[in-house]
């Protein structure tokens, strides 16, 4: 796959940033989560050196072309709080998947929608790119709010979906399509 350019994404009072090593007290933080380690490949109680080589895999993502993982970092500061990614594995079909985190010491500040809106807008403007569609574990009802707030659908209920700590867990699909205009819709 061809190296992405990866941008600065103003998201409101957050800005969705590629990752760099100051962002390790956010990864640290999130590496203590009981959850995070489970769905992501956060290190769980990561060492200095595993949490810099998280980094460095998001950071690689871009070079090698499979998605853009990005620091979720607080505007005025540039204090990392979280990370999103937009994931390509399928894009050559249109679709890409959205993944994020926050780290427990900064939620229920409006961070995960900020976020996902700002990715989400940022996606669908992508050239090859029509629909964003993200998992949620149903019991994660801050989540899936965050995502219905930003305008995505619930359609549906995966079943035994995804291995999570050694368990096969249900999942809600939810997506967000690219609006047609008159311009680009099929006749």
């Keep these: 796959m061809e190296a992405l ?3 600065v994404i103003p998201a409101g009072d957050y800005k969705l940033r590629p990752f760099a090593a ?18 992501t490949t956060v290190p769980a ?17 871009a ?16 204090r990392a709080v979280g990370q999103i990614g937009l994931w390509l594995k399928d894009g050559d079909q249109g679709r890409a998947s959205i993944g994020y ?13 900020a976020a996902l809106e700002a990715i989400s807008r940022w996606g669908l403007d992508l050239p090859s790119i029509y629909r964003l569609q993200l ?10 709010r965050a995502a219905e707030r930003c305008g995505y659908l619930r359609e549906g209920l995966l079943r ?17 399509l690219r609006q047609q ?7």
């Design 5 to 7: 350019i990866q941008p």
């Design 22 to 39: 100051k962002d390790a007290p956010a990864v640290r933080d999130a590496s203590g989560d009981p959850l995070i380690p489970l769905i």
């Design 45 to 61: 109680h990561g060492t200095e050196s595993e949490i810099l080589q998280f980094i460095g895999r998001q950071i690689h993502r």
């Design 63 to 78: 070079a090698t072309g499979t998605g853009y993982s990005f620091a979720i970092a607080e505007t005025a500061s540039d």
């Design 101 to 113: 985190w926050v780290a427990p010491s900064d939620r229920q500040r409006g961070v995960a929608s």
């Design 135 to 144: 998992y949620v574990e149903p019991w994660n009802e801050g989540s899936w």
């Design 160 to 176: 035994s979906w995804q291995d999570v700590g050694g368990h096969r867990k249900d999942m809600y699909m939810y997506a967000r």
């Design 181 to 187: 205009t008159p311009a680009t819709s099929v006749r």
